[in-house]
């Protein structure tokens, strides 16, 4: 028999009966078309039971009063039970299961799961809803699977890393205890065994695949320290930050691309269209050199007029490339 | 996780949709559950195949096909779906939270009395290894703070054309066009506009903050979009023949990071430790703006266009600084 129908009909028939069943009962009836002896039906029955936990299925144990060990599934830890939705909270609950649909992470095929699950009660909320789509770039999404499988069970995992200012990848043995996007990129911090600490890794700069420790796949690896946090290691900045108070800045937009003043990563502190359609605008700078690089972009229809550091900074960018590509002739 | 377990699992799942007296419809199954026709009439032939002990027909799963529905009979045991998984909760989760940070729900409200019922139905060492797991993800998510957002969502909400004025980074100029809106994106860490373009005559992204100006429009938006095709971001752009081909010389690594945004980017290396970076463009324009900012530190070895215009733009900037 298939393996498929195997499970189906394991499941169905301790789903079904009221009491528990005892591995005789399921071998004359599951198993009675397998091959191989009682031991060999009995490995089968266990990797089975294994195959149904992996599914979040659990097939409970249970003493039975002569010795012999009864096996069932219980409808309350089976079925979906009844959310009971206030209809703002379904609209919520639809929108947040449609996040991660597509999004090309490991999060795509249980939120498409958790969608069905919701519509069977609930019907599906598609209407007055503006969606929002969370989508991470595709060269990703094989590391980002294993990682979060080590993530989840607690296992080492293993890959080759090549740092930003290294030539040769490294292998890497790393816990990993948590994962976050920044900037569009992911990244994996855990502790790191060949440097000793707790690292960030950038993941598109794994260069190798990801593999998950499969040994004692039912224990975990390692203990996640108490005090992590991944807030704080998200909050971990490139380039670091200048020992610099913050600047105020001005800068003069023209006309055409004035509407972008807002769109750096720097907080605007007021902002003043001119007559002509120009726009001046003040910022809080607290990364000069990444405000340099944001104004420059603009190529043109924009000038940093304040202060006296920047204009500075802006100039010798410029004189630079001028006369590099002057000398390139 | 294995294909077999996950078909299983999708079969488990479907099975209670088609229980109900009036059965299901096979186009929408089919799009419920991303399958075809075809994959799912197999889903069938092995349901039916299944049942109870003593697996004669009348204990066997049975289904039968009227029109476009399937009714299945003979399965009251899966007539309920199974309950939420670790990893679906978890998923629910890190979504939750990424929407709250973004401002798409406030701290207190439906989403969170939403969560909380769905912690309710996990059984409690679920809940515990969910949630603990889902707050060391952190998925970022700006809040879209967009001027045009009310409007933008509106156009949505109500499937009706926008116009807008939009800044192509890649070409440098401003235009105006007619779109029909379908879903907002976070990707890169911006948030983008998918929207047919009816003047490119296909899907386009657009980026927030490169929107100048958004109008509703009186044209409804036509169909349901169910799938969608995510364009080439900054990054996958795949450009055709006419394109640029750009090759730069860095100092140092500064090359490597800047390739790492342009994965179709090639890089080498050499003994003095410099980074000869070559990529494709259509475009010149925007690559003359990004490269003002590494100033001397890259050599434009071609095309020598590229180095007429950051010359030109450099000493017409200096100009302005002077």
């Not at chain 1, 999004?103 to 809803?129: H, M, N, R, V, Y």
């Not at chain 2, 559950?33 to 069938?44: P, Y």
Request: charged fraction near 30%; aromatic fraction near 10%; include cysteine.
């Amino acid at each position: 028999m298939d393996k498929i129908e195997r499970l189906i009909n394991l499941t169905a028939v301790l789903l079904d009966k009221q009491s528990p069943l005892t591995f005789d009962d399921l071998k004359s009836t599951v198993y009675r078309d397998e091959t191989g002896g009682a031991v060999a039906l009995k490995k089968m029955f266990e990797r089975d039971k294994e195959e149904l936990r992996d599914m979040g299925i659990e097939v409970r144990t249970v003493p039975l009063s002569d010795d012999r060990t009864g096996y069932t599934i219980e409808g309350d830890a089976y079925y979906l039970p009844h959310l009971e939705l206030e209809p703002s909270e379904k609209l919520a609950l639809a929108m947040v299961s449609r996040l991660f649909l597509g999004s090309g992470t490991p999060f795509a095929g249980p939120a498409q799961a958790a969608l069905c699950k919701i519509a069977f009660d609930e019907g599906d909320q598609g209407d007055g809803l503006a969606e929002i789509h969370w989508v991470s770039p595709p060269r990703e999404r094989e590391a980002l699977a294993a990682i979060m499988e080590g993530l989840a069970k607690r296992k080492f995992i293993t890959f080759s890393y090549r740092a930003l200012d290294r030539s040769e990848p490294s292998e890497r043995e790393v816990e990993p205890y948590g994962l976050f996007s920044k900037n569009g990129y992911w990244y994996l911090v855990g502790q790191c065994h060949l440097r000793g600490e707790l690292r960030c890794f950038k993941l598109d700069r794994i260069v190798s695949d990801v593999k998950v420790s499969r040994t004692s796949p039912r224990s975990p690896d390692f203990e996640v320290p108490e005090d992590f946090e991944i807030e704080s290691s998200a909050s971990w900045e490139w380039p670091p930050p200048k020992d610099l108070e913050d600047v105020e800045a001005r800068v003069v937009f023209a006309p055409r691309l004035a509407f972008a003043f807002s769109s750096g990563r720097s907080k605007v502190v007021s902002s003043k269209r001119h007559k002509d359609g120009s726009l001046e605008a003040t910022y809080e700078v607290a990364d000069p050199e990444q405000f340099v690089d944001w104004v420059l972009e603009f190529g043109p229809d924009a000038r940093v007029v304040s202060p006296p550091e920047l204009t500075g900074m802006v100039a010798e960018r410029l004189q630079g490339a001028l006369a590099r590509a002057e000398a390139g002739k | 996780m294995t294909t077999q377990t996950r078909r299983l699992q999708r079969m488990l799942l479907m099975v209670p949709f088609m229980t109900g007296e009036d059965g299901a419809s096979i186009p929408e199954l089919c799009r419920r559950f991303g399958v075809s026709k075809d994959e799912l009439m197999a889903d069938l032939n092995v349901l039916w195949m299944c049942g109870l002990p003593d697996y004669t027909p009348g204990r066997l799963i049975d289904f039968r096909v009227e029109g476009d529905r399937v009714f299945v009979s003979m399965a009251d045991y899966f007539a309920r779906p199974f309950r939420l998984t670790r990893e679906e909760a978890l998923t629910i989760f890190v979504a939750g939270r990424a929407l709250i940070t973004a401002g798409a729900f406030p701290r207190k409200g439906p989403l969170s009395t939403a969560l909380e019922k769905v912690a309710g139905a996990l059984s409690e060492g679920e809940v515990e290894s969910a949630s603990a797991i889902a707050s060391r993800i952190d998925v970022e998510m700006e809040s879209y703070s967009s001027k045009w957002r009310t409007i933008i969502e509106k156009g949505l909400k109500e499937k009706r054309a926008l116009l807008i004025e939009y800044y192509s980074y890649s070409r440098d100029e401003v235009s105006e066009r007619e779109v029909d809106p379908y879903t907002l994106l976070w990707s890169h860490g911006h948030w983008y506009l998918l929207a047919y373009c009816h003047d490119a005559k296909d899907d386009r992204l657009f980026r927030l903050d490169r929107i100048k100006s958004v109008e509703l429009g009186a044209a409804r938006v036509e169909g349901d979009r169910e799938e969608f095709r995510v364009p080439a971001l900054v990054g996958e752009y795949r450009p055709g023949r006419k394109a640029h081909q750009v090759r730069l010389r860095f100092a140092g690594v500064e090359g490597r990071r800047l390739a790492e945004k342009w994965p179709a980017a090639k890089v080498t290396e050499h003994d003095d430790g410099s980074i000869t970076v070559e990529l494709r463009t259509r475009n010149l324009s925007w690559l003359s703006n990004y490269l003002l900012r590494f100033g001397d530190r890259v050599k434009i070895e071609s095309p020598k266009e590229l180095r007429r215009l950051v010359s030109g733009k450099a000493s017409e900037m200096l100009e302005m600084y002077s």
